[in-house]
């Protein structure tokens, strides 16, 4: 597909055969595989919103996010890990909001959420949409949520699937930039950046006709 958008004729085979040539395999995702989010905690849950509800079609209509771990080589006072928190356009894949952190807290949360505010300027009755983590629904976090307009929604109890959007963007992120060991937090907030501007500038999208997000919704306004 970006052979041919630079008027390249290049098949698929073609690829193929080149790749077996030079001795190069194509990075193959991992299966999915199913997680759960401890979500144990007395601060009320919120119904799944996008139960039978067909695709979202307009960009700022459905938001989906969830939180993964990132490894780093130099222990943090919370252990090996550093934290990313993400929100994407469920219609354009694009992420609107991110925040990394060394720790899980519903300031991580937050952080991503306020970027994303901040950036898109959402209109009233926007579909915010997570799992049932407690972050999620702390105090805090649903007051920005309702004084933003947003309407919130969560996975149902014990369904990771119902979030499976965003455990993919994950995965495929790890797979495609072959997420190892960062050295500190410092270069993890550096290629983190990089990498989201580019999944969100450049990176074509199956899901979007081999376009990118930013594409995607140039496309969309261009429609209007």
């Known amino acids: 597909m970006e052979l041919s958008s630079r008027?390249?004729?290049?098949?698929?085979?073609?690829v193929a055969r080149l790749l077996k040539t030079q001795?190069?395999?194509?990075?193959?995702?991992?299966?999915?595989?199913?997680?759960?989010?401890?979500?144990?905690?007395r601060l009320g849950y919120n119904q799944n919103l996008l139960a039978d509800r067909a695709a979202p079609t307009r960009i700022n209509e459905v938001w989906v996010g969830d939180i993964t771990d990132i490894p780093l080589a130099t222990r943090t006072s919370s252990g090996r890990f550093g934290y990313l928190a993400l929100l994407m356009d469920l219609c354009s894949?694009?992420?609107?909001?991110?925040?990394?952190?060394?720790?899980?807290?519903?300031?991580?949360?937050?952080?991503?959420?306020?970027?994303?505010?901040?950036?898109?300027?959402?209109?009233?009755?926007?579909?915010?949409?997570?799992?049932?983590g407690g972050q999620y629904a702390s105090r805090r976090y649903r007051d920005v949520l309702r004084r933003s307009a947003m309407q919130q929604s969560m996975s149902a109890a014990e369904s990771c699937y119902d979030?499976?959007?965003?455990?993919?963007?994950?995965?495929?992120?790890k797979t495609?930039?072959?997420?190892?060991?960062?050295?500190?937090?410092?270069?993890?907030?550096?290629?983190?950046?990089?990498?989201?501007?580019?999944?969100n500038g450049s990176r074509r999208h199956s899901s979007l006709g081999y376009v990118s997000p930013a594409a995607f919704e140039i496309q969309l306004t261009a429609q209007k």
């Open 7 to 14: 008027g390249i004729v290049c098949g698929v085979a073609r």
């Open 23 to 41: 001795g190069f395999h194509a990075i193959q995702p991992k299966s999915y595989r199913p997680r759960t989010t401890q979500s144990r905690h």
């Open 93 to 132: 894949r694009r992420i609107v909001g991110w925040e990394y952190g060394t720790s899980i807290s519903e300031d991580l949360v937050l952080g991503a959420l306020r970027r994303a505010i901040q950036k898109r300027q959402p209109g009233v009755g926007l579909i915010h949409h997570t799992d049932r």
């Open 163 to 173: 979030n499976a959007f965003m455990e993919s963007c994950f995965g495929t992120v």
């Open 176 to 199: 495609e930039l072959e997420l190892v060991e960062y050295a500190n937090s410092s270069e993890a907030v550096r290629e983190l950046s990089n990498d989201i501007r580019y999944d």
